[in-house]
């Protein structure tokens, strides 16, 4: 896939949604954040210039998050200024939780709206659920009706957009009748992800990568072809991955929490990979997924989803 950039369109450090609101192209991810959160956050927006975070309910540090978020914005960066984005867990996917699940979110975040509100999986836990989910454990998701109170947070400015994370197209093309649904996607050169973001292209929705650099898993920082084009352009192989994405048209997360790489992972503006190396990273071998969900979703013996597969609906 070509990139934006050979296409002709012009680097950008935002992005424009359906909606018609900004996201800034790089967000602080936060999974697996650890016990620095807060300041983690706190230096990213202050001292390196983030605008946008990536937090979850299920990553149990929204609290952190908002310790920093509120410390940013003690020291004079407006809210208006910010996106936050964070993400229903999966025991809360039906109908009835939608809406006290964002409170909670809210109250620990300490803000009074979001900027995006994501589905995490599209698959719907029972309370408690193990890892792997035992028998009965993955139940019904009633994912219009869920949507549809995500809608209802919009329509009371709780949040300002509502989108989704690990869909396949299979499940994407049953929310296409809503206007905007930006998704949050594996996307790095070792896992390129292409239908879903060629699909999401076509429709005109943005879509977020995530685990750019390969998640700590597969860690692509310490590939051959990522530091070869690195040492070729004088950059380091984590902005070699972050660029690669936004490249791609993607906004994306990168996670760190050293103080050093959080600063270093922005400054990915006013260069750009050339089409030949953006092409070997294209190349990279092993084009498997890091986060395939198998522990979260999948029994064998029981179901409903008895391999990766079915989860992505055979699309791999
Ligand atoms: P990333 O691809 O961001 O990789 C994070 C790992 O890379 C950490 O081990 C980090 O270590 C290390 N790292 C960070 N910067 C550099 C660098 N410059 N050079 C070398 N190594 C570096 O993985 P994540 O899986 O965390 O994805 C990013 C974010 O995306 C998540 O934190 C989360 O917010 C979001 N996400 C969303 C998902 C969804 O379902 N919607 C799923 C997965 C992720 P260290 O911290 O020590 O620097
Ligand atoms: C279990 C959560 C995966 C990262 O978003
Ligand atoms: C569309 C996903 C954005 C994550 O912050």
Redesign the pocket.
């Known amino acids: 896939m070509a990139s934006a950039k050979a296409m002709g369109q012009m680097e950008q450090d935002h992005f424009v949604l359906k909606s018609g609101h900004t996201m800034p192209a790089i967000g602080l991810?936060?999974?697996?954040?650890g016990s620095d959160t807060a300041e983690n956050v706190q230096t990213a927006i202050t001292e390196a210039g983030y605008r946008h975070v990536?937090?979850a309910a299920q990553y149990g540090v929204e609290k952190e998050v908002g310790q920093g978020l509120k410390a940013a914005m003690e020291a004079g960066i407006d809210r208006k200024d910010l996106f936050v984005t964070s993400?229903i867990w999966c025991t809360n996917l039906v109908p009835e939780r939608v809406r006290p699940s964002l409170e909670n979110t809210l109250k620990d975040l300490q803000l009074d709206y979001l900027d995006l509100y994501?589905i995490?999986?599209p698959f719907r836990l029972k309370d408690g659920a193990h890892m792997p989910p035992e028998a009965g454990e993955v139940l019904e998701f009633d994912m219009e009706g869920v949507w549809r109170e995500m809608e209802n947070l919009v329509k009371d400015g709780l949040v300002k957009d509502i989108g989704v994370?690990?869909y396949t197209v299979t499940k994407l093309n049953r929310l296409m009748q809503s206007a905007g649904i930006p998704p949050?996607m594996?996307m790095?050169p070792g896992w390129k992800n292409k239908k879903i973001l060629e699909a999401c292209k076509k429709h005109g929705i943005h879509v977020t990568a995530?685990?750019?650099?390969?998640?700590?898993e597969k860690?692509l920082?310490h590939d051959p072809v990522v530091e070869k084009v690195a040492n070729k352009l004088n950059k380091?192989?984590?902005q070699v991955l972050i660029k690669w994405s936004l490249q791609r048209g993607t906004s994306v997360?990168?996670?760190?929490?050293?103080d050093e790489?959080i600063k270093?992972?922005i400054q990915v503006f006013g260069w750009e990979i050339p089409e030949d190396d953006f092409e070997a990273l294209c190349s990279i071998k092993d084009d498997k997924r890091v986060?395939t969900g198998e522990e979260l979703f999948v029994n064998k013996t029981h179901g409903p989803y008895k391999s990766a597969a079915e989860l992505w609906d055979h699309e791999d």
């Open positions: 991810g936060t999974w697996r954040a990536d937090t993400k994501l995490h999986w994370c690990n949050a594996e790095h995530y685990s750019p650099l390969g998640s700590s860690n920082a380091t192989p984590g997360i990168p996670k760190s929490s050293k790489r270093e992972n986060l």
